[in-house]
C-alpha cells in the first residue's frame, strides 16, 4: 500500500533505537525526510549513518538533545520548522516500589515523559493548523491503562500522555491536522533486550526460553503471548503519519498484542 508520504518531513524524538528507531526506518522507506534524536551526540551520529547506509538516497539528520534539560530542549524546539510528522516517543523507565519513588523522581519522569511531548507540539501544531495539514503521534504504553504496581510514576506519565494528545485533537476541528496515541505493550527494545540476554547468561538459559519464561510470568494471558517487535508498532505509526489515516483522530489505538483486557 502506497502511504503517499513521500516528500513529507518528519522528526521522532527518542530514535536512536527501539521504537523510535524502527518508526525513523518506516518513514524512511516511504521515502519521508526524517530528522531523528538522542542523548547522546555518538550515539545519534552513529544512529544516523546506519539509516544512511540502509536507505541511500534518504534525507536522514540528528539532532541530539537530552529532554532532561531544558535548555537543550529549547535549542532544539527552535530549530524544528516545517514538520510534517511529530512522533513523541522519548522516554525513561524505571522498576521502583512506591514507597521507593522520591519526589525527583515523579518530576523527573513526568519532564521527559510528557512535557517533552508538551514542548514539541507547543511548537509545532500551531504550524500545522496554519498550514491545515500534519500528524502528531504520541507513543504511549499499555501501563497508562492498566498501571504497574512497580511503575506508578511511569504509568502515571503515558496516561498523561495519552490525556493530552487526546486534548490537542480537540484543536484540529475543521483541518486535516490529527493527533493520536498509540498504546504500546511489552516490547523487545534495545534495553529489554540487553537485560534478557545478561539474565539467561547468568542463569545458562537460552534467550528465547528466557524470553518466553517472563512473558509467561508478568503476562501470561497475552493474546500475542511473546514480545512484540519494535516494526510491529512502527507499523502502526507510519499508517497514522500517514493522509490515508485522515478519519482517525484524537484515539488510542492499542498494539500491547493484547494484553490489555477491556474492549
Not at 12 to 36: D, R
Not at 97 to 123: A, P, Q, T
Not at 176 to 191: A, C, F, M, R
Request: hydrophobic share 40%.
Amino acid at each position: 500500500m502506497n502511504l503517499k508520504l513521500e516528500g513529507k518531513k518528519a522528526f521522532v524524538s527518542g530514535s536512536t533505537q527501539g521504537i523510535g528507531f524502527a518508526i525513523a526506518q518506516q518513514l524512511l522507506s516511504e521515502k519521508c525526510e526524517v530528522i531523528i534524536n538522542g542523548r547522546n551526540e555518538e550515539k545519534t551520529k552513529l544512529a544516523v549513518e546506519k539509516l544512511k547506509n540502509e536507505f541511500p538516497n534518504a534525507l536522514v539528520f540528528g539532532i541530539a538533545t537530552d529532554f532532561g534539560n531544558k535548555e537543550e530542549v529549547n535549542k532544539l524546539v527552535a530549530q524544528l520548522n516545517d514538520i510534517d510528522i511529530l512522533v513523541n516517543n522519548v522516554g525513561i523507565f524505571d522498576l521502583k516500589n512506591f514507597e521507593d519513588i522520591e519526589d525527583e523522581d515523579w518530576y523527573k519522569i513526568f519532564d521527559i515523559n510528557v512535557m517533552s511531548s508538551v514542548r514539541l507540539s507547543k511548537k509545532l501544531l500551531p504550524q500545522m493548523l496554519e498550514k491545515k495539514s500534519g500528524r502528531i503521534i504520541f507513543i504511549s504504553s499499555e501501563s497508562g491503562v492498566n498501571i504497574p504496581g512497580n511503575m506508578i510514576h511511569y504509568g502515571m506519565t503515558k496516561a498523561a500522555m495519552t490525556a493530552v494528545a487526546n486534548g490537542l485533537s480537540k484543536l484540529t476541528i475543521g483541518t486535516e491536522v490529527t493527533v493520536n496515541t498509540i498504546l504500546g505493550g511489552p516490547t523487545y527494545s534495545d534495553g529489554v533486550a540487553a537485560v534478557i540476554e545478561q539474565i539467561a547468561a547468568m542463569q545458562n538459559i537460552d534467550v528465547e526460553q528466557m524470553k518466553s519464561c517472563i512473558v509467561q510470568q508478568t503476562n501470561p494471558h497475552s493474546l500475542l503471548q511473546r514480545f512484540i517487535d519494535p516494526t510491529e508498532i512502527a507499523s502502526l505509526a507510519a499508517y497514522l503519519a500517514s493522509p490515508l489515516s485522515i478519519a482517525t483522530n484524537g484515539a488510542s489505538l492499542r498494539a500491547d498484542g493484547g494484553v490489555l483486557k477491556t474492549i
